[in-house]
Each structure stands twice: as structure tokens, then as C-alpha cells.
């Protein structure tokens, strides 16, 4: 059946700050059966080939200069093991401690949804473990969990009405490695619906900026995002298919990673697409983030597309002679003054530490960020056919991204896999005299929750147009990505670069995030407290 609309309508929309195009560019594409065509990497022959074989990598110990004796939801991952260690705190009283603080903060009431009933006996059994010398590597730290995201014996609703009361029977895969690890699952954390609705949830409300009321958190991964920022957990979950880790990072002054895709396992997550969903932590620094990794990558057996163990000997302890690729074009463009001024500023601390900056164009962005949108929204019309006849009960951002992904031919779809390894060799090809590429976050600080706007050089712009143009890109391409404060922009809100890796360099991404932070110490600004 033909659209009912015309390519270049859609397009003008994607462009303007809606969410679906329809690319009509077929210039990038090789002539049929072309047998030069390269095969996607991410095809489980090409990562039998292109990853790094499975080995036993020991996490890195944890990093923290965070005083032991600071009040208890102040401490990161490494300061909380490190506090442990020396007996100045316990699993026991830090749950207390965030439990305390859950209530009293207004993104408790935001951010959080559920309590997961297993965490208080966790708790205890991990203060036992620590007594008698028997720790894991993450025991004892609290995280939380995104509503996509399953933990047995919670609720797990999708942040949507269409899921009702429903509760996990099992952990997914990456949190039954964490709790393998130690760490203690405690709370259910608000996400946008099916991770694709709009910022005000009809089931639980909109997430508000712990650094601004009227601002947004950045979604999907909406309640991770106001957890960290608020401190109420040191750790939690995400995923990302558009940039739903990395943006709610960037805008609430956090960590995130976006891994390889191939790397974490998403069995036990809800898809909204299967051809670019990501599952990644969020934490205070990526020194916290290096300490979670391993621990949850490597193949699981049930997701076929999670093949891939953790690279941890692509860490570097220093930056000297690291090649820094520094795009220009597209993703320079639509970006505050103070968003740029502060990467140009970062910049210079790679410079500092030893880094060399190579200017790299990665060619046209704008179609394949397009074809990232055509693939999530046909992939969640798809997923989401049996609830066609209740339309009515989607939040009305879901049901307008399921109906444009209803439009699209199967030619539409097709063209947009059929591009995607072409970018993918087309960018790393770009990036071979590079070892990382760094660019801004996002064009802006927090969008604005009343219009859902964000403002670039004092223009408002929809938060579409301006949010995902430096992410989608690196969910479609399946490339590592870290967000992480760069600085405060001109109202004061966080703003923050990006650091992208070849396939498989997440532990490099981390080990070049961790020398900015040290250098830096923006990821230690934490939101002014709550009246």
C-alpha cells in the first residue's frame, strides 16, 4: 500500500522536530546484488570475526576520591566499596540512608515507581558477606532499574497503561549479573513509554530536572537519569535506541554508556526496536562505569545478537599520542554557544593530557539519522500490533510514532538496513587514523517541560530536532558511545561531550572519559538540594 504522505513531507517533519522520515536519498546505495557490498558487522558472523575473543578480564578495581566518611548518598560506586572496605558504612545502613533520602526528595516521588521488595534482605546478606570476607565485586551497592527493564517479583510496567498490573517472574540477564555480582536491585525507575512516548507519562507523570523543575530529565531512560542526578542510587540501568541513555546523562550532569551493540545482553528487556536497542549503566563517573562493565557483557545464549565479550585490555592508563577525531558538519550544527564552547574547551584538556586532535568528516549524517527514526518506528508498529484496536489507551506520543511507522512501504524499511553497513564502514573507515572521536552532547541544556523545547542560542527549537542529532547516529551504526559533562551552560544547567569508540572500545571510551574526569571534576557538580 503507498504512503499517504510524500517523501519529502516527511522528511521536512524529522527535520522540524517530529519523528519518522521517509528518506528518498538512494544515491548511497550499490547497485543491486553487489557483491562488494559489505556485510554488517553486526551480523553474528562478522562479530565472530571482528570481536575480541572471550576472556576472563578482572574488573577494574574501584577509583574513588570521594572521602569515606561523606554522607552516604554522596558516594559513587568506588567510594561506597571503599567505604565498605574500611568499615566506615554498611550495606544495611546505606539502604537506610537511600531509603530516607527516596522519600524526602522530590524526584523520589518523580523518578522512582516501585520499591523492589527483595532489597532489604539483600542488603543484609551482602553486610553478612562483608564481615566474614566473602565480597563480590559490586556487593552491596544499590541500583535501580529502568520499567522496561525485568526484575522478578517487581512490577514492570513499561511506564505504560496497555501493561496493567503485571509483575517479573525473572531477573533479565543484566540484572541477574549484577545481583551475581553483589550489587542489590532497589528500585523500579520511570521511564517514557514503551521508551518512545512523550515527556509527560499518562501513567506516572513527567520526570522532572532535579537541577531544574521546569526542565526535563531527557528520556527515555527518564528515571535513571533523576536518580543519579538527585542522588538517590550510585547506579542504574538504561537502555538506548536513539540516545536514551546519553541524553538524560547529558542533561542531568551523569555518566552514560552506550555500549557496542553485541555487548550486553537484552534478554528480559522489552524491545521497542530489535535492530537498535542498547542496554548500558549509568553512574556518577566512568570510573564507576569501568568497575560494572565486564560484569555485565559477554554472551548470555538466548539473545542471539549479544556475541561479543568485554575488551578490558583496550583500556589505556594515559592519554599520550591518543588520536582524537574531531567532526565537523552535522554535528556542529544546531548547537548552543556554550554547548561548543565547552567541547572546545574539552578539547584542550585532551590536548593537555597528551591527546592529538585529527579533523575527521564522516560524510552525510542527516539520511542516516533519518533511516534510524524509519527503523524504530516501523520495528515499534510492528512489536506493537496486538494492541493496535487500543490505540486509544498509548500515550499520545507512542500512538503518533506507532501510526508513522504504519505508513512506511517494506521498501522504506528495507532501504534503511540496507544503508546501515555502508555507514557503519563508511564512518569507521573515517575514524582509521583515529583511536576515539569526541563531539558535543546534546545542541542544548535540558529541554523545557511546559513546550518541550530546548534553547539554542536563545531560539527554542523542539527538543526533536535539537536531542538526538549526535546519537541516533551511533545507535544506528551500533558504535560505543559516552556522554559525560563537559561544564554548566548559560543558565546553569549541565551540558556535556560525547566520546565514541570503534566497535568493541567501550573500555577505551571509559578509560579516556576517566582522564577528563580527573582532570576536570565536572562530573562531581551535583544539582542544588531540593527546598
Known amino acids: 500500500m503507498s504512503n499517504a504522505v510524500s517523501a519529502d513531507t516527511i522528511r521536512a517533519t524529522i527535520m522540524a522536530g517530529t519523528v519518522a522520515p521517509r528518506s528518498a536519498v538512494k544515491s548511497e546505495l550499490p547497485p543491486p546484488y553487489d557483491t562488494s557490498s559489505p556485510e554488517p558487522a553486526w551480523a553474528e558472523r562478522s562479530f565472530?570475526?571482528?570481536?575480541?575473543?572471550?576472556?576472563?578480564?578482572?574488573?577494574?578495581?574501584?577509583?574513588?576520591?570521594?572521602?569515606?566518611?561523606?554522607?552516604?548518598?554522596?558516594?559513587?560506586?568506588?567510594?561506597?566499596?571503599a567505604a565498605y572496605a574500611a568499615g566506615a558504612t554498611d550495606p544495611v545502613a546505606v539502604m537506610a540512608g537511600l531509603n530516607e533520602r527516596m522519600a524526602s526528595h522530590p524526584s523520589g516521588r518523580d523518578a522512582v515507581l516501585a520499591a523492589i521488595p527483595r532489597a532489604e534482605a539483600a542488603a543484609v546478606e551482602s553486610r553478612r558477606r562483608l564481615r566474614a570476607g566473602?565480597?563480590?565485586?559490586?556487593?552491596?551497592?544499590?541500583?535501580?532499574?529502568?520499567?522496561?527493564?525485568?526484575?522478578?517479583?517487581?512490577p514492570v510496567t513499561c511506564g505504560s497503561l496497555q501493561t496493567g498490573r503485571r509483575v517479573a517472574t525473572l531477573d533479565a540477564e543484566v540484572v541477574a549479573r549484577l545481583v551475581q555480582a553483589g550489587a542489590?536491585?532497589?528500585?523500579?525507575?520511570?521511564?517514557?513509554?514503551?521508551?518512545?512516548?512523550?515527556?509527560?507519562?499518562?501513567?506516572?507523570?513527567?520526570?522532572?530536572?532535579?537541577?531544574?523543575?521546569?526542565?526535563?530529565?531527557?528520556?527515555?531512560?527518564?528515571?535513571?537519569?533523576?536518580?543519579?542526578?538527585?542522588?538517590?542510587?550510585?547506579?542504574?540501568?538504561?537502555?538506548?535506541?536513539?540516545?536514551?541513555?546519553?541524553?538524560?546523562?547529558?542533561?542531568?550532569g551523569i555518566t552514560g554508556l552506550k555500549p557496542t551493540r553485541g555487548?550486553?545482553?537484552?534478554?528480559?528487556?522489552?524491545?521497542?526496536?530489535?535492530?537498535?536497542?542498547?542496554?548500558?549503566p549509568l553512574a556518577r563517573s566512568a570510573d564507576d562505569l569501568a568497575v560494572v562493565m565486564p560484569l555485565i557483557a559477554g554472551p548470555d545464549g538466548r539473545d542471539a545478537y549479544a556475541v561479543a565479550a568485554y575488551a578490558?585490555?583496550?583500556?589505556?592508563?594515559?592519554?599520550?599520542?591518543?588520536?582524537?577525531?574531531?567532526p565537523n558538519g552535522w554535528?556542529?550544527?544546531?548547537?548552543?554557544?556554550?554547548?561548543?564552547?565547552?567541547w572546545r574547551e574539552a578539547l584542550t584538556v585532551f590536548?593537555?593530557?597528551?591527546?592529538?586532535?585529527?579533523?575527521?568528516?564522516?560524510?552525510?549524517?542527516?539520511?542516516?539519522?533519518?533511516?534510524?527514526?524509519?527503523?524504530?518506528?516501523?520495528?515499534?508498529?510492528?512489536?506493537?500490533e496486538p494492541e493496535i484496536d487500543q490505540m486509544e489507551a498509548f500515550d499520545p506520543g507512542t500512538r503518533a510514532r506507532i501510526e508513522q511507522g504504519r505508513m512506511f512501504d517494506a521498501i522504506d524499511y528495507l532501504r534503511a538496513l540496507r544503508r546501515r553497513p555502508l555507514v557503519q564502514t563508511r564512518i569507521l573507515s573515517a575514524m582509521a587514523e583515529t583511536d576515539v572521536l569526541i563531539t558535543p552532547g546534546l545542541g542544548g541544556e535540558a529541554a523545557f517541560l511546559d513546550d518541550l523545547t530546548i534553547a539554542v542560542n536563545g531560539e527554542r527549537h523542539p527538543l526533536q530536532r535539537v536531542v538526538?542529532?549526535?546519537?541516533?547516529?551511533?545507535?544506528?551504526?551500533?558504535?560505543?558511545?559516552?556522554?559525560?559533562?563537559?561544564?554548566?551552560?548559560?543558565?546553569?544547567?549541565?551540558?556535556?561531550?560525547?566520546?565514541?569508540?570503534?566497535?568493541?572500545?567501550?573500555?577505551?571510551?571509559?578509560?579516556?572519559?576517566?582522564?577528563?574526569?580527573r582532570a576536570t571534576g565536572h562530573h562531581r557538580r551535583a544539582p542544588p538540594e531540593a527546598a
Open 48 to 81: 565472530a570475526a571482528a570481536a575480541p575473543r572471550r576472556m576472563t578480564v578482572a574488573p577494574a578495581g574501584p577509583v574513588s576520591d570521594d572521602p569515606i566518611d561523606a554522607p552516604v548518598h554522596t558516594l559513587g560506586i568506588g567510594g561506597l566499596l
Open 134 to 154: 566473602e565480597a563480590r565485586a559490586l556487593e552491596g551497592i544499590p541500583f535501580g532499574v529502568k520499567d522496561i527493564i525485568d526484575v522478578a517479583g517487581a
Open 184 to 252: 542489590i536491585p532497589v528500585a523500579m525507575l520511570a521511564t517514557t513509554e514503551f521508551a518512545c512516548g512523550s515527556a509527560h507519562n499518562p501513567r506516572y507523570g513527567a520526570v522532572r530536572n532535579p537541577w531544574r523543575a521546569d526542565r526535563w530529565t531527557g528520556g527515555s531512560s527518564t528515571g535513571s537519569g533523576a536518580a543519579l542526578a538527585a542522588r538517590l542510587l550510585p547506579l542504574a540501568l538504561g537502555t538506548d535506541t536513539g540516545g536514551s541513555i546519553r541524553i538524560p546523562a547529558a542533561s542531568c
Open 263 to 280: 555487548l550486553v545482553p537484552r534478554t528480559g528487556v522489552a524491545s521497542l526496536s530489535w535492530t537498535l536497542d542498547h542496554v548500558g
Open 312 to 326: 578490558g585490555d583496550r583500556a589505556r592508563l594515559d592519554l599520550s599520542g591518543l588520536r582524537i577525531g574531531v
Open 331 to 342: 554535528f556542529v550544527e544546531l548547537q548552543d554557544e556554550a554547548v561548543l564552547a565547552a
Open 351 to 384: 590536548e593537555s593530557l597528551g591527546a592529538r586532535l585529527v579533523p575527521v568528516d564522516l560524510g552525510p549524517i542527516q539520511t542516516a539519522h533519518e533511516d534510524g527514526y524509519l527503523l524504530m518506528m516501523c520495528e515499534l508498529a510492528s512489536l506493537q
Open 468 to 517: 538526538p542529532r549526535n546519537t541516533m547516529i551511533f545507535d544506528y551504526t551500533g558504535l560505543p558511545a559516552l556522554m559525560l559533562p563537559s561544564g554548566l551552560g548559560s543558565t546553569g544547567l549541565p551540558v556535556a561531550i560525547q566520546i565514541v569508540g570503534k566497535l568493541f572500545d567501550d573500555a577505551l571510551c571509559l578509560s579516556v572519559g576517566s582522564a577528563f574526569q
